[in-house]
């Protein structure tokens, strides 16, 4: 691995940025060589994703205080200014994103080639000069493809293809490793260790502690929107060790020391509140994702479901919650087959409403797609479920005057405000202003407010910051101590160790093994999911 050349690409001086209700950046500063991976760390909210969307043009000059500066030719750093994302990229900045927001019906080709293509297309030498530069790369991406067919981890590579083919020489990634399997994972890191080694510069936003240091050179901490902390995490005698640094910068991050991050498990179980018995989930080919799924979960119980990506975990909840009956998502038509007791009655969960008459609510996975409706209040979305619910005891007396309930929802929505402390400036702002991982937090909240008596998790801590992480696992045993069953799916196994009583094992749609908390290890999970 290369080490940084000491060049310097980019210097962001002083930068601060204003929303109403909230300082979101003060006076940041922040360098970047030639040849570096500089990692930024802070909580949800700090204002990681707002000083990059600067950096890329997605905040005009003018909208924010302060100077971008970057590398001219001969070495000097001169001032930028730009309108939109398209002067960052002309500037040699590009931003990828998790998932390709743009033209799923586009092939890779003509997103390499987008912006430079003229209105009368001769197609074939554009198919192959984008092939010819893909073939240098070795990502293994076929020109003719259509993006939307490719995976995430593929479409994530398109995305980095597009910002090289520009040549960019300062690629920005904000946790782009979340919708990635272990695989991609490490092809991902495999060709950010060879950006670094051409000489780009790389800035890196995670809340995963591995990925900083098996990445970065540099560490720059965030705390409420200013520049709290930077370091070293590998020098010329090689890395760092990692103890000491970690503790000091997760001090640095939240403003208090994070220990005992697992707290004590639930061990009072009650009656039996979810019987399943073998559940079939199949997708609109008549594939099953989902086969002979067989269990019960107890009051009090926390079951975990573990497994590699796709092997059917959300598909399990789903079902059950009724969201892949009939017509799915996108038209797809999906099957559910099986018997299912919630609280000891038989049910038929035909969709989410009824689940959430029986008391069953799911935190899922997807929080963009299911999880919420971005453009309206953080407020609307959290009384949702518990007003489309026809449960009498959320919607109390229904001819009630509205304003009335409108009291009685702000209260509601300000307790579980302050409960999971979600970071915002007021409950009617649209719930996309608010930053990655407290909209996580309203997933949470939405769900939590409908009192569920079974409550289904999907990946509940992704994008969440290290210190919000240990509060959600208090509430997991929190709610398990008052009773609620709980089934919790997740991608990351000391998670699933820390929190369960039992851990459930899926491999391709089946259960391949069950472990208790006394015997389940990391290697023992990890034979069962694979193949
Ligand atoms: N468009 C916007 N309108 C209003 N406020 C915003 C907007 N974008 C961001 N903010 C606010 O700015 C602050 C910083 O948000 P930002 O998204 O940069 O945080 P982050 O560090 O990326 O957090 P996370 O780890 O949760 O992604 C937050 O308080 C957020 O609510
Ligand atoms: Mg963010």
């Known amino acids: 691995m290369t080490q940084s050349s000491g060049k310097s690409l980019l210097e962001l001086n002083n930068i601060g940025k204003s929303f109403p209700g909230t300082r979101a950046l003060d006076g940041v500063t922040l360098r970047l060589n030639a040849g570096e991976v500089v990692s930024l760390l802070g909580e949800n909210g700090a204002g990681k994703s707002t000083l990059m969307k600067i950096l890329s043009g997605a905040w005009p000059h003018g909208s924010f205080d302060g100077e971008i500066r970057l590398a001219a030719p001969d070495g000097s750093l001169v001032p930028a200014r730009f309108s939109?994302?398209?002067?960052?990229?002309?500037?040699?900045?590009?931003?990828?994103?998790?998932?390709?927001?743009?033209?799923?019906?586009?092939?890779?080709?003509?997103?390499?080639?987008?912006?430079?293509?003229?209105?009368?297309?001769?197609?074939?030498?554009?198919?192959?000069?984008?092939?010819r530069f893909l073939d240098t790369l070795g990502f293994g991406l076929r020109a003719r493809d259509k993006v939307g067919s490719l995976s995430i981890g593929n479409q994530q590579c398109v995305e980095i293809a597009r910002a090289l083919y520009r040549d960019a020489r300062i690629l920005i990634f904000d946790e782009p490793t979340s919708a990635l399997t272990?695989?991609?994972?490490?092809?991902?890191?495999?060709?950010?260790d060879r950006l670094?080694?051409?000489?780009?510069?790389?800035?890196?936003?995670?809340?995963?502690?591995?990925?900083?240091?098996?990445?970065?050179?540099?560490?720059?901490?965030?705390?409420?929107?200013?520049?709290?902390?930077?370091?070293?995490?590998?020098?010329?005698?090689?890395?760092?060790?990692?103890?000491?640094?970690?503790?000091?910068?997760?001090?640095?991050?939240?403003?208090r020391e994070i220990d005992n991050v697992y707290p004590r498990k639930n061990r009072a179980f009650g009656a039996e509140v979810l019987r399943v018995e073998g559940l079939r989930v199949c997708d609109s080919s008549g594939n099953a994702r989902v086969e002979g799924a067989t269990f019960q979960l107890r009051a009090g119980e926390v079951l975990g479901l573990?497994?590699?990506?796709?092997?059917?975990?959300s598909e399990l909840m789903e079902g059950l919650f009724g969201v892949l009956n009939g017509a799915g998502p996108k038209g797809r038509s999906f099957g559910v087959e099986g018997r299912i007791w919630a609280r000891g009655k038989e049910c038929s969960l035909q969709n989410p409403r009824a689940a959430i008459d029986e008391y069953l609510a799911f935190v899922s996975e997807d929080r963009k797609g299911s999880g919420l409706v971005l453009g309206q209040s953080v407020r609307s979305n959290m009384v949702l479920p518990s007003l489309s619910a026809g449960r009498a005891e959320l919607t109390r007396a229904p001819g009630v005057f509205a304003p009335v309930r409108g009291v009685a929802e702000r209260s509601a929505v300000g307790r579980w405000r302050d409960e999971l402390r979600?970071?915002?400036?007021?409950?009617?702002?649209?719930?996309?202003?608010?930053?990655?991982?407290?909209?996580?937090?309203?997933?949470?909240?939405?769900?939590?407010?409908?009192?569920?008596?079974?409550?289904?998790?999907?990946?509940?801590?992704?994008?969440?910051?290290?210190?919000?992480?240990?509060?959600?696992?208090?509430?997991?045993?929190?709610?398990?101590?008052?009773?609620?069953?709980?089934?919790?799916?997740?991608?990351?196994?000391?998670?699933l160790i820390g929190l369960c009583h039992r851990v459930i094992v899926l491999r391709?749609?089946?259960?391949?093994?069950?472990?208790?908390?006394?015997?389940?290890?990391?290697?023992?999970?990890m034979k069962a999911a694979s193949l």
């Open 306 to 313: 573990a497994g590699l990506l796709g092997a059917g975990r």
């Open 182 to 192: 272990e695989q991609e994972t490490e092809r991902l890191f495999g060709i950010i």
């Open 422 to 495: 979600i970071k915002l400036a007021s409950v009617d702002q649209p719930v996309n202003e608010l930053s990655g991982g407290n909209q996580q937090k309203v997933v949470l909240a939405k769900w939590l407010m409908t009192e569920p008596a079974i409550l289904f998790l999907d990946e509940p801590t992704r994008g969440v910051d290290v210190g919000a992480k240990a509060e959600i696992y208090e509430w997991i045993q929190r709610l398990a101590a008052k009773g609620i069953g709980i089934l919790l799916a997740s991608s990351e196994m000391p998670e």
């Open 196 to 255: 670094r080694a051409e000489g780009r510069g790389i800035l890196y936003i995670t809340h995963r502690m591995d990925e900083i240091f098996r990445l970065s050179d540099r560490i720059f901490v965030l705390r409420d929107g200013r520049a709290v902390d930077e370091a070293r995490a590998r020098t010329d005698a090689g890395p760092v060790p990692r103890k000491e640094l970690e503790n000091k910068l997760i001090s640095a991050m939240v403003g």
């Open 84 to 131: 939109d994302t398209r002067d960052a990229h002309a500037a040699g900045i590009s931003m990828i994103h998790q998932e390709l927001s743009v033209f799923p019906e586009l092939t890779v080709a003509e997103h390499l080639a987008m912006e430079a293509l003229p209105h009368w297309i001769q197609w074939e030498p554009v198919f192959a000069r984008a092939q």
């Open 508 to 525: 391709e749609g089946r259960f391949s093994a069950e472990f208790s908390d006394a015997d389940v290890t990391q290697e023992k999970i």
